[in-house]
């Protein structure tokens, strides 16, 4: 807060300065071409843009000294707690662009780590969609990552259980690679009324949304070279 206001106060006495300099110009301008006929030499026309500058220059010591005596409360009011507060993304070694996982907006993200573990989660103002702003959701994202409840492993549960049991990740890819090569081979149509048709009608796949052109241009490779015919993606990025 402190630097905002010290900062606002310069941004507010450059800007004002600035404004006084432009005017000091127009006078000039406007000056040169109506009084010079009366004042050839100029003297006059010097003489108020000199006293207009040090008026300028008066009000812009002012500012700052104000802005000064702001700071000085400011730090004054200020408790140690305070003064060693620092922004999570201080120290992180890393920043990582990413996109937002709830909907289908696709907002942009940095995702801060140190350490190798996620510190902060913040709008990505490079992102040509959110322009670094998030909903409370993007915003709470980092709560979605560090949660002590997320699952973090493969759970399995078998037909006509009742319980989950935990698989590792190799073993469940496996899984997954057997099932759908048997139901390929369970529903392939090579040929349906006498026309070949080289297909299978028990696969299909839906893309997320936040799926972007990448992994959408590999999912369409994979399941057209299987014989899919049903492809679809929530398509917003």
């Not at 549960?157 to 690679?177: H, N, Q, S, V």
Request: charged share 25%; proline share 5%; glycine share 8%.
């Amino acid at each position: 807060m402190l630097g905002s206001a010290k900062t606002s106060g310069r941004r507010g006495a450059w800007s004002f300065l600035a404004i006084g300099l432009l005017t000091v110009l127009l006078v000039q301008v406007a000056g040169g071409a109506l009084a010079e006929p009366r004042n050839p030499d100029g003297q006059q026309l010097e003489l108020r843009a000199r006293s207009l500058m040090a008026k300028l220059q008066e009000q812009y010591d002012a500012m700052e000294r104000l802005t000064e005596q702001i700071n000085e409360i400011g730090r004054a009011a200020q408790s140690p707690r305070s003064a060693a507060t620092a922004p999570r993304t201080r120290h992180a070694d890393q920043v990582v662009a990413s996109v937002c996982p709830y909907c289908a907006v696709g907002c942009g993200q940095k995702v801060y780590v140190s350490g190798g573990k996620v510190t902060q989660i913040e709008g990505d103002d490079a992102s040509p969609i959110s322009r670094g702003r998030l909903c409370p959701k993007g915003s709470a994202s980092k709560q979605l990552v560090t949660s002590p409840g997320r699952v973090t492993r493969v759970r399995y549960r078998r037909p006509y259980a009742t319980e989950w049991e935990d698989l590792p990740l190799d073993r469940a890819m496996d899984m997954i690679a057997d099932r759908v090569i048997a139901t390929r081979a369970e529903t392939w149509q090579e040929r349906q009324d006498g026309r070949p048709t080289r297909r299978t009608m028990g696969i299909a796949s839906l893309g997320g949304a936040t799926i972007d052109n990448e992994e959408n241009y590999l999912i369409k490779k994979l399941f057209t070279a299987l014989g899919a015919i049903q492809i679809e993606n929530q398509a917003r990025i």
